[in-house]
Every structure is written in C-alpha cells, then in structure tokens.
C-alpha cells in the first residue's frame, strides 16, 4: 500500500503539519527537522499529489531559482545558459519564471513555494552542490524539476551535465604534451558538484603520464575573480612553483592571469595558464586565454526540454544528458620553461 502523509510524520517523529510544512514549502523548521521529513518520504517512497494536481491546473511557466549571490546575474556563463532555457522554453510553449532568493531566504523553501502555488510546473535547478537540499526536497515532494549538473549521490533527479571529468583531463594532457611537469589546478569551491570531476580529472591526467599528486600545487578557491588571484599568489609562493595552471574557470584564470602579471611573469611564457567555459572575453585578454568551452547554451536548451518531458512524463528512460566540452588552445598556454 501506498504510503500516507500520517506514516512520515510517524516515522520522522513530527506532526503532519510539518511534514506539510517541508514538503510545501510552508511554515518555518529547523534544518535537521527538515531533513528527518525529507528521509522518511524517501524511506517510505512517499509519492504526493502535487504533479497530478498541476496538470489540472498547469502555469505553463518554468521557474529558475538563484542564490542572492552578488553580480550572479551579470555572470557571462549564467546569461549563457538562461539564453539556451529561453529558447526552448519558448519552442516547448512556456514563459520562464527568474526569482531570486533575497539575503535571509533559503532557496530550497523558494523552490518550494514556487511550485507549492503553481506559479511554475516545474523547475531548473543551477549550481549544483554535492550534497544540494534543493534536489533533495523537490525529489522528495514529487515535483518536476531538473539539475544542471550531477544530482546528490542517492537521488535520482534528471540532469544536464557537461563532462568536466574529460575536460579536465584533456587540458592537462594538453600542458603535457609542452612538456609540463610540475602542473598546479585553482580548484573551485568543493562543495559545488563541478569540482570533484576536475580534481579527478586532473589526477587521472597526470598519473596516465606517471607523475605523483602533489597536494601543494592543488588550492581550493572561491568563485570570483579576486579568488583565483590569490590562489595563484599561493601557488607562487611555494618552494616549487608550478610551471603550468589549470583554473576551475575563466573567473580564476582571469585573477590567476592578473597575479602573474603583477609578479612580473609573462603569461604562456614563464607559466601556462588553462581555464575553464570560454567566456566572451577569454579571447580577448593578454595573451588569449587556452580554455574548456563549455556548450551551456545547448545545456540550457536542453534542460528546457527535458524538464517538458518530465513534466509530461514523456521519454522518462531518458533522465540524464551528459554534453561534450571542447579544449581552445590559445596564447596562453606555452612550451614549459628551460631549468
């Protein structure tokens, strides 16, 4: 027999109200009383009524949600992939719904509430985190959506990927190939879900060509520009510095690029630099950055599309996209410096 509101609320010791309150988006709980709902719907497989009740009701709206990270909407790579949702969106016959959490709201309960009200049938969710509450809850409360990146381990949610693993390891090969051997990565954030690829990546790069990892040449960064420029100041800074540095994205290898130049060393010349998603005016720094395009319009495009089939429950075998990123070689990059 199907499980019923009352059973949850039994097995995570709270009252129905509040499992209502979690699966609804309503009403205030702790972190940890939501997350004992959340186990107990999964435990339980409980399976709400909320995708039968939008279909009699549908907004034909899909909704985007955004952390209130500052200048997120004038990111290059963002635009890129809300450019290729559009356009799909349109085709498939929907508008598309940007909401933007403020300062003190928690996106999860955002999402929540757009779907909990119907003003959206279904959702697009960006920046994956490794462990991202956003795909845990609508997973749990049975509503449409789709992730931009590898969902949580355990949860089984459609997405749109692009294979940074392979990206990863393709532009290490590439530093490789100009005779590179002590190789430095700015990591991003590592609870975004993009950053363990890369780190693996990386890794398989370099043990394929017989060397060691070594974790000094390896710094966790942040997201923004001034992030990658003190990573690169740390890298510098080691007893051995690297002769080459792959970034975890355009934004870091711009703060790395600035680093460098500040200390005096010629970019492509003294130490190779490498990024990732060939942002507008990657090729147009000095020198022209080498980079990982990233086809985020397609993604986005994508992800319109088959967050439709989801909610119409059309092709559901086909829940996750895996989309190909390509290696630009530029100036950037050089033969590795004589000892």
């Known amino acids: 027999m199907q499980a019923t509101i009352k059973q949850v609320a039994q097995r995570a010791g709270v009252s129905v109200a509040t499992v209502s309150y979690v699966l609804n988006g309503t009403g205030v709980v702790t972190d940890e009383t939501r997350q004992r709902v959340l186990d107990a719907v999964a435990e339980l497989n409980y399976q709400p009524q909320h995708a039968a009740r939008s279909m009699r009701g549908r907004s034909r709206t899909l909704g985007v949600t955004l952390s209130a990270l500052p200048g997120r909407l004038a990111e290059p790579a963002l635009t890129e992939v809300l450019a290729g949702v559009a ?46 509450p956003r795909a845990q ?28 693993h392979t990206a990863a390891v393709d532009a290490v090969r590439h530093l490789l190939s100009l005779g590179h051997r002590r190789i430095g990565l700015i990591q991003p954030p590592s609870e975004l879900a993009v950053s363990e690829p890369i780190v693996e990546g990386y890794r398989q790069a370099l043990t394929e060509a017989g060397l060691p990892f070594d974790p000094t040449l390896v710094v966790e960064s942040g997201r923004a520009e001034e992030d990658g420029y003190q990573a690169m100041t ?48 990657a090729a147009h720094v000095n020198p022209p950055l080498t980079t990982i395009r990233q086809p985020r319009r397609v993604q986005g495009q994508q992800l319109a599309m088959l967050l439709d089939d989801v909610i119409l429950k059309r092709n559901t075998s086909l829940r996750t996209v895996t989309l190909s990123a390509r290696l630009i070689v530029r100036r950037s990059s050089g033969p590795a410096p004589v000892s």
């Open 87 to 132: 356009d799909a969106a349109a085709l498939r016959g929907y508008f598309l719904l940007l909401a933007t959490a403020g300062a003190d709201q928690d996106e999860t309960e955002l999402c929540l509430s757009l779907a909990r009200t119907r003003r959206v049938d279904g959702l697009v969710l960006l920046d994956m985190l490794v462990d991202d």
């Open 234 to 281: 740390e890298l510098l800074a080691s007893p051995k510095p690297p002769t080459a540095v792959l970034a975890g994205s355009d934004e870091l290898a711009f703060g790395a690029m600035h680093a460098l130049n500040d200390a005096c060393l010629i970019v492509g010349r003294d130490v190779s630099l490498v990024g990732f998603d060939d942002l507008p005016q």
């Open 137 to 164: 809850a609508l997973a749990g409360a049975g509503i449409p959506h789709v992730c931009a990146g590898p969902p949580p381990a355990g949860i089984d949610s459609p997405s749109v990927a692009i294979d940074m």
